[in-house]
């Protein structure tokens, strides 16, 4: 039983047949039969039709019916009450007309009432629709069916006669035209999406179709529909450059952070993604206001083989994000991977808007482990080392970096002044015994820079300490 798509039929022909007032709707039926009822109190227009049905070429009578073909007309109006009973009987049409409960002779009163009322029948319910698509189509082609599909008001019939053309031997190249002229038509995003979703595999199989697609999507404006036609798309085989171009367009004017993510993630799902389209991809990931689904889309994107300008539009989008933990996520995501020095350079001063010292030293401590930092980057570090509060977390920072490879005597003195930095003896003494077996083979200007930083602890026992570790 097909009750939503007779339900949406059903509202259909009251849009042409109810009046102004209260509504009451049924709907029923099943593969072969359906019924369509409208009444407002005053007025009433019942509708009840089984088997095919064919209607003569003006609209205006029927031409054939199944065998157990059937239509039931009624209209009642303050009282008034007017039906039509046609039925298929044996390879003939009998026909009925009556005014109140009284049989009237169908000549001429019968078919003169028949022929005002079954155009707009027809093309306010599903009652002869696939004939009349043949019709069309066989006469005009099919520009000839969509010419009728833009003379129907309700969306769902219009997609219904959309579906019923694509059951036809319709050429790959008219594809396009097609889904250009259906979704300019149906306001719906609900009606719009069904018939994409119901015709994608066809669409697929035409570059240009493939594209009216996605292009479709930027008329909706259902984050959710707009989000399963693409998703949808993107399943049945990869897009075009040209086409994730449209995608993305499309995906900046979702509200949604969560679709606008959905779409983002499966598009990086393509193999075929060019870097400048990468590039535009973490660009739109601007658009996205929660630092979650912003977060999500770029460790997606730093999964791929990035180029500099690809990390530098990752960096710009970090810029924007508040939480902590999710700046830290994302930096931490791009230091697997050598990391070109001007991007290292923005990196740096994003690190400094980190406000908590426990997530600052995550990112330096990473930094440092997995990137082979030059002298002025190194000692930039070591200034945002610097800045923190806690005297802990400056220690076991300076002490990750003591650790990093290709130590030069300018990393080592910019270490020990921060050292001399640290308000704790004991904390300040941990750096420098750490350092002392790098000062000990290092420059005079390293071995002052040690004992400045130990002269500034007031404890005897850990200042002690540190004089031994360097002259032991």
Do not use: C
């Not at 009822?37 to 064919?54: D, T, Y």
């Amino acid at each position: 039983m097909k009750l939503i798509y007779l339900f949406f039929a059903t509202l259909s022909a009251i849009s042409t047949f109810g009046q102004s007032g209260s509504t009451r709707v049924y709907a029923s039926g099943n593969d072969s039969k359906m019924t369509y009822k409208n009444s407002n109190g005053l007025n009433s227009f019942n509708i009840e039709v089984r088997g095919k049905i064919e209607v003569t070429d003006d609209d205006r009578d029927i031409k054939s019916m199944s065998n157990d073909g059937y239509l039931e007309i009624t209209k009642t109006t303050f009282g008034s009450r007017r039906a039509i009973e046609i039925s298929a009987h044996g390879g003939t049409i009998k026909r009925e007309y009556f005014e109140g409960r009284s049989a009237v002779s169908w000549e001429p009163e019968g078919r003169k009432w028949l022929s005002e009322i079954l155009p707009e029948v027809v093309r306010t319910t599903t009652i002869a629709a696939e004939s009349r698509v043949n019709r069309f189509y066989q006469k005009g082609g099919v520009q000839a069916v969509l010419s009728e599909i833009g003379n129907i008001n309700s969306d769902y019939i219009k997609a219904h006669y959309a579906n019923l053309l694509m059951k036809l031997p319709v050429q790959a190249k008219e594809y396009a035209p097609i889904i250009a002229k259906v979704s300019s038509e149906l306001d719906s995003d609900h009606y719009l999406s069904e018939f994409l979703d119901n015709n994608l595999s066809k669409f697929m199989q035409n570059k240009e179709a493939v594209e009216a697609v996605f292009v479709a999507t930027n008329k909706m404006g259902s984050d959710h529909y707009k989000t399963q036609v693409i998703k949808e798309a993107l399943r049945s085989q990869p897009a075009s450059i040209e086409s994730v171009k449209v995608i993305l367009v499309s995906t900046s004017k979702m509200s949604s952070d969560h679709y606008k993510t959905e779409v983002l993630t499966s598009v990086m799902r393509q193999s075929n993604l060019t870097d400048p389209v990468m590039a535009e991809i973490i660009n739109t990931s601007k658009s996205i206001n929660s630092d979650h689904y912003r977060t999500e889309v770029l460790t997606k994107a730093l999964e791929r083989d990035l180029s500099a300008t690809s990390y530098q539009r990752v960096v710009e989008s970090v810029k924007d994000i508040n939480s902590d933990h999710y700046i830290t996520q994302v930096i931490k995501s791009m230091l697997n991977n050598p990391i070109d020095g001007q991007v290292l350079t923005t990196l740096l001063s994003i690190t400094s808007s980190i406000e908590s010292d426990h997530y600052r030293t995550e990112v330096l401590t990473t930094l440092l482990k997995k990137q082979d930092l030059k002298e002025d980057h190194y000692k930039k570090l070591v200034e945002y080392v610097n800045s923190m509060g806690s005297d802990h977390y400056k220690s076991q920072t300076l002490q990750t970096a003591l650790a990093a490879p290709n130590m030069t005597n300018g990393k080592l003195v910019s270490v020990l002044q921060a050292a001399s930095r640290i308000n704790s003896d004991h904390y300040t003494t941990e750096v420098l015994v750490t350092s002392s077996r790098y000062v000990k083979s290092g420059s005079t200007e390293a071995k002052d820079a040690y004992r400045a930083a130990a002269r500034n602890i007031k404890s005897e026992t850990y200042y002690g300490r540190a004089l031994r570790a360097l002259e032991n």
